[in-house]
């Protein structure tokens, strides 16, 4: 379980999550879904890097990304950084991005939000939101390296 965004300890306040639930994760089970085989610890070029957002990716594009996907409206980095806190503190959002490491910019998003129920014996659920992939980089299954939970299951999208 992860309480307030942390898992095993502190991680850099920069990080909306802990970075070390992405390590690990069994992706054994949809090797065959996915070719060419890639996984977020090796993405298929050694210039994309799977990783949780970090507040500075306000500047890497992130809203320009989004924007692919949906109306933003008028985020000033001040209510991103508000925004941003919030979200790391309530710790049930698991938003992770894929950073081309070349020129420093956000090219793909997932978001996975987790809750609480009572139901099913007081579980835990998510939902996967706000895929996107950035236009030019679309057909090199990448999307696929988004959506991950904090328990290490691998939840796949089309792409």
Same mark, same amino acid.
């Given at each position: 379980m992860v309480a307030n965004g942390k898992a095993n300890g502190d991680f850099h306040t920069s990080y909306l999550y802990n970075p070390d639930?992405?390590? /690990?994760? +069994?992706?054994?089970? !949809? #090797?065959? &879904?996915?070719?060419?085989?890639? @996984?977020?610890?090796?993405? /298929?070029? $050694? =210039?994309?890097? %799977?990783?949780?957002? #970090?507040?500075? $990716? =306000? $500047? &890497? /594009?992130? *809203?320009? *990304?989004?924007?692919?996907l949906t109306t933003v409206g008028d985020v000033s980095k001040t +209510?991103?950084? !508000?925004?941003?806190? &919030?979200?790391?503190?309530? /710790?049930? =959002?698991? !938003?992770t991005v894929i950073e081309d490491i070349r020129d420093s910019r956000i090219i793909g998003s997932a978001t996975l939000v987790t809750e609480? &129920?009572?139901?099913?014996?007081?579980g835990e659920r998510a939902r996967l939101e706000d895929v996107v992939v950035n236009n030019t980089y679309r057909g090199k299954q990448l999307g696929k390296l988004l959506p991950m939970d904090q328990h290490s299951q *691998? @939840?796949? %999208?089309?792409?």
């Open positions: 639930i992405l390590h /690990g994760l +069994d992706w054994k089970s !949809v #090797q065959s &879904k996915v070719t060419p085989f890639i @996984t977020n610890e090796n993405p /298929g070029e $050694d =210039y994309f890097l %799977v990783r949780p957002l #970090q507040i500075e $990716d =306000y $500047d &890497k /594009g992130y *809203l320009q *990304l989004l924007s692919q +209510d991103f950084e !508000v925004q941003f806190r &919030k979200m790391q503190k309530a /710790g049930c =959002y698991f !938003v609480l &129920k009572f139901i099913h014996k007081c *691998l @939840t796949m %999208v089309p792409t």
